[in-house]
């Protein structure tokens, strides 16, 4: 997550009230990417996304004439930062098309913990045990969910899997990039994976697999730009609740998104999670927010070099 603002600019009602409408919003991404899946690739369905947030987000921000690049070494990052949040998607969506909502984005929840792991053994982030140690039970409440889905669906359950770890990737490149305007950087982030995904549609346009695209007909076109916009929308209310208040008050609304996407499973699709899918879920979300009030203590005491217990 991006830092916010300073303390004299934070708003955190405000903050919490945009986290809430991320949390309401994004859930229909999923919901109109389901519907899509009957007809269209998930290749198609994952362009058509970053087509429509590009068309919408570019547009502002020439008006606004923000700044679009500083560096060439901003450049790669804003290119990796696209294609992992390209390989994010279309393994979601992907993932989406066959399992219920509810389930797939419980799997994703491992993302915090991936974080954590993936900067302690990249970037010598200083981990302290209890961080450790709740990041692996979180692991555990996945498996738990991934276990029923790989019954049922086999190795496709392992797909939000996947887009945690790609967008868990992603969050540690835009750490780099918080100095761009959110307008900006989303822009920029939209054409970069339009660069990789259009020529994938181009290359396997006939193949009958997940990037055989197809012309929309109909309702069907109300899908695909239903999720560019759901997606646009619930991540500019996203960047916005990191900008109006802290990163530790606003965390653990994220999972209000579970709650929302379990009610849109149910009355859309009929879907419900299983019991054991329940018990994954009450892990996850434990060991989640223990990372958080885990950081909340770290914020509120002074660092003491060579404390184990302060991260």
Not at 58 to 83: N, Q, T
Not at 266 to 271: E, K, P, S, Y
């Amino acid at each position: 997550m991006t830092q916010s603002a300073s303390p004299k600019q934070d708003r955190p009602l405000l903050g919490m009230a945009m986290m809430l409408i991320y949390c309401a919003v994004a859930p229909v991404i999923d919901v109109f990417a389901k519907l899509a899946a009957a007809e269209h690739a998930v290749g198609q369905i994952t362009a058509a996304r970053f087509l429509v947030q590009g068309a919408l987000l570019l547009p502002i921000a020439l008006v606004m004439r923000l700044p679009m690049l500083h560096s060439a070494r901003d450049a790669a990052l804003i290119f990796l930062r696209g294609l992992f949040t390209l390989a994010a998607t279309f393994a979601f969506v992907w993932a989406v098309s066959i399992m219920p909502l509810a389930d797939a984005l419980a799997i994703t929840f491992v993302e915090p913990f991936i974080i954590l792991l993936l900067g302690w053994m990249l970037f010598g982030e200083e981990v302290g045990p209890r961080r450790i140690l709740a990041a692996l039970v979180g692991f555990v409440g996945v498996l738990i969910v991934v276990r029923p889905g790989l019954l049922n669906f086999g190795s496709a359950a392992l797909l939000p899997l996947a887009a945690g770890f790609f967008f868990s990737c992603y969050m540690l490149v835009t750490r780099a990039l918080r100095h761009y305007h959110p307008v900006a950087l989303q822009s920029t982030t939209a054409l970069a994976a339009l660069v990789v995904a259009l020529p994938l549609l181009v290359i396997f346009d006939g193949s009958g697999g997940p990037l055989d695209a197809a012309m929309p007909k109909g309702i069907f076109w109300l899908w695909l730009i239903g999720v560019g916009i759901a997606a646009t929308l619930s991540h500019q209310g996203l960047t916005l609740a990191l900008t109006l208040a802290p990163s530790a008050t606003i965390a653990p609304l994220a999972y209000l998104e579970l709650a929302f996407s379990t009610l849109a499973g149910l009355l859309i699709f009929g879907d419900f999670p299983s019991p054991v899918v329940w018990l994954g879920i009450a892990v996850i979300v434990a060991a989640g927010l223990y990372l958080i009030h885990r950081e909340r203590v770290n914020l509120q005491k002074p660092a003491v070099p060579g404390d184990p217990t302060a991260f």
